[in-house]
Nanobody
Framework: QVQLVESGGGLVQAGGSLRLACAVS??????YGWFRQGPGKEREFVAA????????SYHDSVKGRFTISRDSAKNTMYLQMNSLKFEDTAVYYC?????????????????WGQGTQVTVSS
């Protein structure tokens, strides 16, 4: 059974940084993504990266602040989050899909982690 396990969430003050990690148990996926769901909100796209790292995409709200990356040797994906804002507060989920395209809609991802809470205090 494929497992995606997130880590690195926590409480941070506005302006601070966190790095989320997503360990993936299978190496056959073609692309990976980060999504988040804030209180009372629908789940939304944050960032995505192809397995080859040739394609990367970000939601406009995180461009210039968040960086997605992947360590193929460790089969782990990361989300470096800098200059965090109160509105970044959410449960963050990592996801993986077959094929190298990096869609921004969650229904196109095949496997999901359990989520990790990120809380930004103002």
């Amino acid at each position: 059974q494929v497992q995606l396990v997130e880590s690195g969430g926590g409480l941070v003050q506005a302006g601070g940084s966190l790095r989320l990690a997503c360990a993936v148990s299978r190496r056959t996926f073609g692309a990976y993504g980060w999504f988040r769901q804030g209180p009372g909100k629908e789940r939304e796209f944050v960032a995505a990266i192809s397995a080859s790292e040739g394609s990367i995409s970000y939601h406009d709200s995180v461009k210039g602040r968040f960086t997605i990356s992947r360590d193929s040797a460790k089969n782990t994906m990361y989300l470096q989050m800098n200059s965090l804002k109160f509105e970044d507060t959410a449960v963050y989920y990592c996801a993986a899909k077959y094929g190298s395209s990096i869609p921004i809609t969650d229904r196109q991802y095949d496997n999901w982690g359990q989520g990790t809470q990120v809380t930004v205090s103002s």
